[in-house]
T-cell receptor
Framework: AQTVTQSQPEMSVQEAETVTLSCTYD???????LFWYKQPPSRQMILVIR????KQQNATENRFSVNFQKAAKSFSLKISDSQLGDTAMYFC?????????????WGAGTKLIIKP | DVKVTQSSRYLVKRTGEKVFLECVQD?????MFWYRQDPGLGLRLIYF???????EKGDIPEGYSVSREKKERFSLILESASTNQTSMYLC????????????FGPGTRLTVL
């Protein structure tokens, strides 16, 4: 069974620092997608970044980048120059293909607090 | 601006009541999902739908049912609410395609007393 593990329940850093959130997953598939979603306090969940497993290049979206290590089944999120607005729950998710449909398998989440 | 709306942000119900949670999306998406979110457990899929009048069970369908009579609307029904269904319920929608992101509603925090 595919699983997604986020080993850091909570993290806090000072504003402007760089922070890395870890995520590992378990799958026997070779082609898949990985996502990081962000859920700010009392606001809607939004997509931060996605990575296709067949691409060797790590995805980047402005201050957000990933370190995708396929062999190690690791998919960490790096936030550079962190801002107060980055305070949120962050969820790692793995897209699985099942019965001709696609579903997301979610990690437990990491609560990130950016301190002023 | 894409939008997924849910009928209530907060809901308090009694044990045994029938509860309806409504979700509407305005993006003409084929796919719609219902999750529950509990601390330390992440999001768990209850039901999903890939077309009108079509539904599939997710990982935790027990105690729930769904209805999708129109493409834009996906309802979650708790036939007889129980205290262990107290949770945050999130609705999401997505376009067809494995790489397409899911767009989420604001969530409904349901408390069953």
């Amino acid at each position: 069974a595919q699983t997604v593990t986020q080993s850091q329940p909570e993290m806090s850093v000072q504003e402007a620092e760089t922070v890395t959130l870890s995520c590992t997953y378990d799958t026997s598939e070779n082609n898949y997608y990985l996502f990081w979603y962000k859920q700010p306090p009392s606001r809607q969940m939004i997509l931060v970044i996605r990575q296709e497993a067949y691409k060797q290049q790590n995805a980047t979206e402005n201050r957000f980048s990933v370190n995708f290590q396929k062999a190690a089944k690791s998919f960490s999120l790096k936030i550079s120059d962190s801002q107060l607005g980055d305070t949120a729950m962050y969820f790692c998710a793995f897209m699985k293909f099942m019965d001709s449909n696609y579903q997301l398998i979610w990690g437990a989440g990491t609560k990130l607090i950016i301190k002023p | 601006d894409v939008k997924v709306t849910q009928s209530s942000r907060y809901l308090v119900k009694r044990t045994g009541e029938k509860v309806f949670l409504e979700c509407v999306q305005d993006m003409d998406h084929e796919n719609m999902f219902w999750y529950r979110q509990d601390p330390g457990l992440g999001l768990r899929l209850i039901y999903f739908s890939y077309d009108v009048k079509m539904k599939e069970k997710g990982d935790i369908p027990e105690g729930y049912s769904v209805s999708r009579e129109k493409k834009e609307r996906f309802s979650l029904i708790l036939e007889s609410a129980s205290t262990n269904q107290t949770s945050m319920y999130l609705c999401a929608s997505s376009d067809t395609g494995v790489r397409n992101e899911q767009f989420f509603g604001p969530g409904t925090r349901l408390t069953v007393l």
